[in-house]
């Protein structure tokens, strides 16, 4: 607990309270680990209270793609507040939420026609079961379960923990309160490797022996993140498709870390050219400035849905279209909407296909693996966490890696020299033994 301390002397920041009353994601209150105290944040630098600058290789959980304290996302965020920054959204509208679901209807798969806002990407996911699940009660037919992937990641509420992974998300730990869903093994082919149609025979067991049951299939296209990090084949995703059509069951495509070019797609469903019954969208969408969420759905499910003995969608949040946040996602749209992202994530992608595999000649990697602005190191044991941060703090980066994995989302717009210090950064831990649990 002492090198909580080693940081504070500079900092206007209550550290101590901090780590006393005030939970982090995923801390312990008992043990918590150092927090490193940030004072601003510009382009893709975090600036600390010591006035050390970071290269941020996290995007802040893959949400912040156009750098910090954009010009444009600023001006939007100034613009709207002195109009009004939140009105209700039952029985009112206003131009910052319709332009949003216009902008997001015209880059979205054609098929989805209909957009719910929320407030974050949990509460998205949450919407998109219950949608799944009002469908089918509206149909007349009683389905409850839903199946989902090994190694997938869906949010911490309660719905879309039991889609997530039941070993990551502790399902034990709930036994007796969270929903059993059905989970098929995570595809096992990487996105660059050779399709072998074998791939899809667990899914396609488990839906033949389920499907009367399942409402929807749940899945990350393409990459399965904060459960696992991993790139699978286009080729799987176009097989469950076709398992989804073959059975009637609704694709739900949870696109919120993968949405809007992370993966050199504006959504990583193009990987496979398919599209969902159901796309959920978050993280990156008003550039990381604030929360906000959307869930978008066919004229089809929207209308079944309606259709049905409630006569509409059960679910109305307080903040839902709150126009500030729309203002700036507008904002960030139309940073995405002048194509320059295209390029610029080809060029990171091109950068990690370059650097990424020469990483493997230490002893400590398992496997290195990237697709459009997502680079990711997996080592063979767990990170030290406490020792890796102060390291890639000490290199001048922001790091954050969970178990074996380092793995690196960083801004669009970031420059080679500060792609090269992110690298350079873990080849540094990567010849620490003290950075790694043994
Ligand atoms: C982050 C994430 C979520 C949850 O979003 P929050 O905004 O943290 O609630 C859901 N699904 C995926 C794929 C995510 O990466």
């Known amino acids: 607990m002492s090198n909580n301390c080693a940081i504070s002397n500079n900092t206007n920041v209550d550290l101590d309270f901090d780590r006393k009353h005030i939970w982090h994601p995923y801390t312990s209150t008992v043990s918590p680990l150092t927090c490193y105290p940030v004072e601003s944040a510009q382009g893709v630098e975090i600036v600390l209270e010591d006035g050390r600058k970071l290269v941020d290789g996290m995007s802040s959980w893959w949400s912040t793609i156009h750098g910090y304290n954009h010009p444009a996302l600023n001006q939007a965020a100034k613009n709207q507040i002195d109009k009004m920054s939140h009105v209700m959204f039952g029985g009112i509208t206003h131009k910052p939420a319709v332009d949003l679901c216009q902008k997001l209807l015209s880059i979205a798969p054609s098929s989805l026609n209909h957009v719910f806002l929320s407030d974050s990407g949990s509460v998205a996911v949450e919407v998109s079961l219950k949608m799944a699940l009002q469908y089918w009660h509206s149909k007349g037919e009683k389905r409850s379960k839903f199946l989902a992937l090994r190694n997938g990641y869906h949010g911490d509420t309660f719905a879309a923990m039991s889609v997530t992974d039941p070993d990551n998300s502790m399902h034990s730990l709930y036994k007796g309160f969270?929903?059993?869903?059905?989970?098929?093994?995570?595809?096992?082919?990487?996105?660059?490797?050779?399709?072998?149609?074998?791939?899809?025979?667990?899914?396609?067991?488990?839906?033949?022996?389920?499907?009367?049951?399942?409402?929807?299939?749940?899945?990350?296209?393409?990459?399965?993140?904060?459960?696992?990090?991993?790139?699978?084949?286009?080729?799987?995703?176009?097989?469950?498709?076709?398992?989804?059509?073959?059975?009637?069951?609704?694709?739900?495509?949870?696109?919120?870390?993968?949405?809007?070019?992370?993966?050199?797609?504006?959504?990583?469903?193009?990987?496979?050219?398919?599209?969902?019954?159901?796309?959920?969208?978050?993280?990156?969408?008003?550039?990381?400035?604030?929360?906000?969420?959307?869930?978008?759905?066919?004229?089809?499910?929207?209308?079944?849905?309606?259709?049905?003995?409630?006569?509409?969608?059960?679910?109305?949040?307080?903040?839902?279209?709150?126009?500030?946040?729309?203002?700036?996602?507008?904002?960030?749209?139309?940073?995405?909407?002048?194509?320059?992202?295209?390029?610029?994530?080809?060029?990171?992608?091109?950068?990690?296909?370059?650097?990424?595999p020469s990483l493997t000649k230490y002893e400590r990697v398992k496997e290195v693996r990237w697709l459009g602005a997502i680079g990711v190191v997996e080592a063979r044991t767990p990170v030290n966490m406490e020792t890796i941060q102060k390291a890639f703090v000490d290199a001048g980066v922001w790091i954050r890696p969970f178990g074996k994995l380092i793995y690196i989302m960083p801004p669009y717009i970031i420059d080679t020299h500060s792609l090269d210090k992110l690298i350079e950064a873990i080849r540094l831990t990567l010849d620490r033994s003290d950075c790694f649990q043994s």
């Open 178 to 356: 969270l929903p059993q869903h059905v989970f098929s093994q995570a595809p096992s082919i990487g996105f660059y490797q050779q399709w072998d149609e074998s791939c899809l025979d667990d899914i396609k067991h488990q839906v033949a022996s389920h499907h009367t049951d399942i409402a929807a299939i749940i899945l990350e296209p393409i990459v399965q993140g904060a459960g696992g990090m991993r790139i699978y084949h286009p080729n799987y995703l176009k097989g469950v498709r076709a398992l989804c059509d073959q059975y009637g069951l609704l694709l739900i495509a949870d696109e919120i870390a993968t949405g809007l070019g992370r993966t050199g797609k504006m959504f990583a469903c193009e990987h496979a050219e398919i599209e969902p019954d159901i796309l959920c969208i978050g993280k990156a969408i008003t550039g990381g400035y604030v929360t906000l969420a959307a869930t978008l759905t066919t004229s089809h499910v929207a209308n079944t849905v309606c259709e049905g003995e409630a006569g509409c969608f059960m679910h109305g949040p307080t903040f839902m279209g709150n126009p500030l946040a729309c203002s700036i996602a507008n904002a960030s749209l139309d940073l995405l909407a002048t194509g320059e992202w295209i390029q610029q994530v080809r060029n990171i992608e091109s950068y990690f296909a370059k650097t990424l």
